[in-house]
């Protein structure tokens, strides 16, 4: 398979993950140029695992962990990604990481790494009939993205109306990326923030303005069950089950184009309406 260059914000985002190293566990994180809103939370997540990794052994690869949101971010102001190295055992890894801005912590995760090994193996099937789409059909503005992603029934959510909170997405990265798994994964974790929350709100379109809702992500977790790549298309598959006490609760499925599957996500965010 042919592989195409990465596109600039592809560029930008792999030399946002590669963390300036400032002691033994600690590092420094940057942000995208020209952002003004406060930091997208999945940024923030692939900044802490990558940072957690690279405190642990090289042969053994990310198979979950589970971050708070803490605080906005500042896009003006550098992160400062303190790990703690809780435990280094036989077969898992554990590290705690704490993301600092201005003295105040913002977010704060555990992390696991495990050494690979055989056992028993089962998987949801994923849904027949979802294939990727071809490259002419996504619109030439995600070449201003790291990601290309593309939705099923996508002009459905263009209507005020309610839908089922239910989403199948299809994503890779805008153009080929290193063999570096522990990339792969992190580029993942990135990906993996961007649709869970707005999964929680389809079944109330039409009963509020979007502008009149505080949004947020409060906690997220990830585990990653099988090797993937980030520049292949990935099918993340999203419901929703329940929302109340102005929290929504999400989770996904995330396979490869052959139907493996690769890893599965939670999510609970803020969904709080101002009067």
Known sequence: MIKTPPVPALVELLELLDLEQLETNLFRARHPAGRTRRLYGGQIMAQALMAAARTAPADRPVHSLHGYFLRPGDPEVPAIIWVERIRDG???????????????????????????????????????????????????????????????????????KPLDAKQSIWFKTMGAVPDDPLLHASLLVYESDNVLLGTSRMPHKGSFRRENMQVASLDHAVWIHREFRADEWLLYVVDSPSASNARGYTRGTIYREDGTLVASTMQEGLIRLRE
């Open 90 to 160: 036989g077969s898992f890894t554990t590290r705690r990481v704490v993301v600092r801005q201005s003295g105040k912590a913002i977010f704060n995760m555990d992390v696991s790494l495990a050494k690979r090994e055989q056992g028993v193996s089962h998987q949801l099937d994923m849904q027949a009939g979802l294939v990727p789409p071809t490259m002419d059909k996504i619109p030439p503005g995600f070449a201003d993205r790291p990601f290309v992603s593309w939705r099923y029934d996508h002009r459905a959510l263009l209507e005020d």
